[in-house]
Structures are given as structure tokens and as C-alpha cells.
Nanobody
Framework: QVQLVESGGGLVQAGGSLRLSCAAS????????MGWFRQAPRKERAFVAA????????VYADSVKGRFTISRDNAKNTVYLQMNSLKPEDTAVYYC????????????????WGQGTQVTVSS
């Protein structure tokens, strides 16, 4: 069992930045690939970014590539999402998730989820 707790969400103006954190407890954090997803009102949950167990490989949705950076610190059991140049369309609840198998863009592959943190970008 892995427990995930996101933090760092909030209200920011367009063009601003936020850094989300996801703290993990339970089984060995470094055994999991980690991902960030987001869900806007009346939309399906969408892939944002993912990172391998070691942090050596990252993948991004096209909509955030070049603006967002995913990273992890296995010593601190934490994964981060640095979000720069935020746009109103980035407004959503952001979730982190853990995948025991491998890095994936599909939400259905992930085994554990946090409760989410709200990000609101004003224009």
C-alpha cells in the first residue's frame, strides 16, 4: 500500500508558476514509476507527465511540454511538478499516482492515487 498526498496547488495569474509536491509513504517509493494527471470540470482525467523509478526518463503531454517539469527525490519520497508559464486552460485538479509496473501515460495503469490539489489560473 502506498499513500500519496499532494500539495502546492493554488490560485495564480496566467504566466505565473507553481510547484506541486506529492509525498509518498508506505512501501518503497523508488519501486514505483510516478505520474501526474489532471481533471478539469466536465472533462476526463488527462495525462500530464510521468517519470521512471530512477528519474532517468520523463514523458510529457504535448500540451505541457516545455512548460512543466516532473522530477523526483527518492531520498525524500517525493515527486514534484514544476509548472511555468501557466495558462487558464491548465486549471484543473492535479493528481499524482504511482505505478508498480512501468512508466505510463494511461491512468488505468496506475495503482495508487492521491486526493488531488486544485490549480486555478486566472486570465
Amino acid at each position: 500500500q502506498v499513500q500519496l498526498v499532494e500539495s502546492g496547488g493554488g490560485l495564480v495569474q496566467a504566466g505565473g508558476s507553481l510547484r506541486l509536491s506529492c509525498a509518498a509513504s508506505g512501501r518503497t517509493f523508488s519501486s514505483y514509476a510516478m505520474g501526474w494527471f489532471r481533471q478539469a470540470p466536465r472533462k476526463e482525467r488527462a495525462f500530464v507527465a510521468a517519470i521512471t523509478r530512477s528519474g532517468g526518463t520523463t514523458v510529457y503531454a504535448d500540451s505541457v511540454k516545455g512548460r512543466f517539469t516532473i522530477s523526483r527525490d527518492n531520498a525524500k519520497n517525493t515527486v514534484y511538478l514544476q509548472m511555468n508559464s501557466l495558462k487558464p486552460e491548465d486549471t484543473a485538479v492535479y493528481y499524482c499516482a504511482a505505478d508498480a509496473a512501468a512508466i505510463s501515460r494511461s491512468w488505468s495503469d496506475y495503482d495508487y492515487w492521491g486526493q488531488g490539489t486544485q490549480v486555478t489560473v486566472s486570465s
